[in-house]
């Protein structure tokens, strides 16, 4: 076992504030393992409140372990150590249970590495009373678990302040003498959110499609996730500081969780429904709570800008002396003021969000936007004197023409055009970066049936970008492999067969994987699903009326738009509707 990695492991702990190294003693083990490198596990706040939750339990002790990255991966295989954990430098096996926190599909072939590389086997059929419980959860699998069924003993489903800790605290009491299937099965009878996949049997028909999905004796029929009904009672925000995290020692504090906009691709905007906020009274204990550890306070959320009281949260942590960061802004909540609170703060950067080019194209997506809101709050960001600008695009949007596609260099033209303008050329908009992505479908979302665009086209598309951009001297492009995000999509919306993908590939690579696999990945990429298409995520009841959805997706193809969600006053889409019932 590598002195050499146990000694990084003490260092990266030692330079942390707000760690707990708990001596194990009667206390169930989980190691909780954010699939990725430290410093962009460190970034997540889920994974930060798990980790906080579950080693405020008498009974659990949490440790954490992450993504070796490149040159560690070489220490790890040339000594053959198996992955470790920070706090206590020991062996994932050791533990009683594995505890991934994810949230992108892109993460799913790490799992593999580390299971791996911790010297645990990879399917769950192959493992016996001597190997840890694999769990998995975090909203990439509370949006589609199958494709990690094969890996995965169980996932809880659902946000984690609402349900996780009675799901770690009835498997450390279930203790480990008993069958784990019959454990398994008593968890997903007793604690809500739980999903044990082997207690479910797929069934397909002539066509590949799903057929059925049809539990087991002792399994529930479908899969309810639970979610928080007021956020106030259950502050979210850092717990560890940690140097090398992608935000540095930021005190990240959510303002609150879901988003009312119901933009059709954000599979985020409709699993956290309905959309909650935290008052300002609440968040300025924990502002006030973080600058006491951190110089600067991070305001996190699907569209923190949309937030009633979001000029109030600055002011606080201005006053306060503090720097500031956040997350998300729309172009049509945000003005010069809020602009000058930010700059104040020492944010240089803002990202905005587009999302197309053209307004048509905008409609379709229910983003709301038009060209003049985005002119507007590019004129406020220039005037509060911010000197970066980041617009984030999609291509590959349903309906998408190579006319929407050029739309996008003519709004960034257009954007600077209004900027000198409005100053009487006075002033240029400084660096504009573009980040492009290709468009993954994702599920639980009106576009759930639509299909991801073929890679070369994809290829062709981010090149007009490029070349509509030309002597632009002050814009950046920053673009997605469309290759990587085929994967995506494929991992997205797959069923379990795509699970025997991602064990081909992590063996042979993608491209033999492709070549030589049974399973035909455009059949879950490339292919329009029908009106009526039973979906492997269909199982899982997030209130979300099925119809509701695929009428959002008939809207967006006519180009028409769905105003916010209002709970108050509207129960369409089935979540509040369901919650009044319950």
């Known amino acids: 076992m590598s002195a050499k990695i146990k000694a990084r492991l003490r260092k990266l702990l030692a330079a942390e504030k707000g760690a707990v190294v708990r001596e194990w003693g009667a206390r169930w083990p989980v190691a909780l393992v954010y699939p990725h490198i430290y410093p962009v596990a460190m970034g997540n706040l889920g994974f930060q409140v798990i980790y906080r939750l579950l080693n405020e339990q008498p009974g659990l002790v949490c440790e954490r372990a992450f993504l070796p990255g490149p040159q560690e991966w070489e220490e790890y295989r040339r000594t053959r150590t198996p992955i470790?954990?920070?706090?206590?430098?020991?062996?994932?096996?050791?533990?009683?249970?594995?505890?991934?926190?994810?949230?992108?599909?892109?993460?799913?072939?790490?799992?593999?590495?580390?299971?791996?590389?911790?010297?645990?086997?990879?399917?769950?059929?192959?493992?016996?009373?001597?190997?840890?419980?694999?769990?998995?959860?975090?909203?990439?699998?509370?949006?589609?678990?199958?494709?990690?069924?094969?890996?995965?003993?169980?996932?809880?489903?659902?946000?984690?302040?609402?349900?996780?800790?009675?799901?770690?605290?009835?498997?450390?009491?279930?203790?480990?003498?008993?069958?784990?299937?019959?454990?398994?099965?008593?968890?997903?009878?007793?604690?809500?959110?739980?999903?044990?996949?082997?207690?479910?049997?797929?069934?397909?028909a002539a066509d590949g499609t799903l057929a059925a999905f049809t539990p087991r004796a002792g399994f529930p029929t479908r899969v309810r996730p639970p979610h928080l009904a007021?956020?106030?009672?259950?502050?979210?925000?850092?717990?560890?500081?940690?140097?090398?995290?992608?935000?540095?020692?930021?005190?990240?504090?959510?303002?609150?969780?879901?988003?009312?906009?119901?933009?059709?691709?954000?599979?985020?905007?409709?699993?956290?429904?309905?959309?909650?906020?935290?008052?300002?009274?609440?968040?300025?204990?924990?502002?006030?709570?973080?600058?006491?550890?951190?110089?600067?306070?991070?305001?996190?959320?699907?569209?923190?800008?949309?937030?009633?009281?979001?000029?109030?949260?600055?002011?606080?942590?201005?006053?306060?002396?503090?720097?500031?960061?956040?997350?998300?802004?729309?172009?049509?909540?945000?003005?010069?003021?809020?602009?000058?609170?930010?700059?104040?703060?020492?944010?240089?950067?803002?990202?905005?969000?587009?999302?197309?080019?053209?307004?048509?194209?905008?409609?379709?997506?229910?983003?709301?936007?038009?060209?003049?809101?985005?002119?507007?709050?590019?004129?406020?960001?220039?005037?509060?004197?911010?000197?970066?600008?980041?617009l984030y695009f999609m291509l590959g949007l349903p309906t998408e023409t190579l006319e929407d596609v050029e739309e996008i260099p003519r709004l960034v033209r257009y954007l600077e055009h209004r900027v000198v303008k409005d100053s009487r050329g006075k002033k240029r908009l400084g660096l504009i970066t573009l980040s492009l992505s290709s468009f993954v479908p994702k599920p639980c979302t009106p576009f759930q049936w639509a299909p991801f665009l073929e890679v070369g086209e994809l290829k062709k598309r981010l090149k007009l970008v490029r070349q509509g951009l030309q002597g632009l001297k002050e814009v950046r492009v920053h673009t997605d492999l469309p290759k990587w995000a085929y994967v995506q999509a494929l991992l997205s919306r797959g069923d379990?067969?795509?699970?025997?993908?991602?064990?081909?590939?992590?063996?042979?690579?993608?491209?033999?994987?492709?070549?030589?696999?049974?399973?035909?990945?455009?059949?879950?990429?490339?292919?329009?699903?029908?009106?009526?298409?039973?979906?492997?995520?269909?199982?899982?009841?997030?209130?979300?009326?099925?119809?509701?959805?695929?009428?959002?997706?008939?809207?967006a193809l006519a180009g028409e738009e769905t105003p916010p969600c209002r709970p108050e006053i509207c129960t369409r889409c089935g979540v509040c509707a369901g919650a009044e019932g319950e």
């Not at 990240?252 to 429904?273: D, P």
């Not at 992590?506 to 329009?528: C, I, K, M, Q, Y």
């Open 84 to 204: 470790l954990t920070l706090e206590s430098q020991k062996p994932l096996r050791d533990f009683a249970a594995v505890a991934f926190s994810i949230s992108f599909e892109g993460d799913y072939p790490q799992i593999l590495q580390i299971l791996e590389a911790a010297q645990i086997p990879l399917l769950a059929a192959d493992r016996g009373p001597g190997d840890p419980l694999v769990l998995a959860g975090g909203v990439a699998t509370f949006i589609n678990p199958e494709p990690l069924a094969p890996l995965v003993d169980a996932f809880f489903l659902g946000e984690g302040e609402a349900g996780a800790v009675p799901f770690f605290q009835f498997l450390g009491e279930a203790g480990g003498a008993r069958d784990r299937q019959i454990i398994l099965r008593e968890l997903a009878q007793t604690v809500p959110g739980v999903y044990v996949p082997r207690g479910y049997q797929p069934g397909y």
């Open 496 to 555: 379990r067969r795509v699970g025997e993908l991602l064990l081909a590939a992590h063996r042979r690579g993608w491209n033999r994987a492709f070549r030589e696999s049974p399973v035909n990945p455009d059949f879950f990429t490339l292919r329009e699903r029908g009106p009526h298409e039973l979906f492997p995520w269909d199982f899982i009841d997030h209130g979300l009326d099925k119809t509701y959805l695929w009428e959002e997706y008939q809207k």
């Open 230 to 390: 007021e956020l106030a009672p259950y502050p979210t925000h850092s717990h560890l500081l940690a140097p090398q995290s992608e935000w540095g020692e930021m005190f990240l504090v959510e303002t609150g969780r879901g988003c009312s906009r119901g933009c059709r691709f954000c599979a985020a905007g409709f699993v956290y429904r309905p959309p909650r906020e935290r008052p300002a009274a609440a968040l300025f204990p924990q502002i006030l709570e973080g600058l006491q550890k951190s110089r600067k306070v991070g305001l996190v959320g699907a569209a923190v800008s949309d937030h009633p009281e979001v000029k109030e949260l600055c002011r606080k942590v201005l006053e306060a002396g503090g720097e500031l960061g956040i997350s998300s802004l729309r172009a049509d909540s945000v003005d010069e003021e809020l602009f000058r609170l930010l700059a104040a703060g020492g944010v240089r950067t803002l990202a905005l969000a587009p999302d197309a080019g053209s307004e048509r194209l905008r409609r379709v997506l229910n983003k709301g936007l038009t060209q003049e809101e985005l002119a507007q709050a590019a004129i406020a960001l220039n005037a509060a004197g911010l000197p970066q600008m980041r």
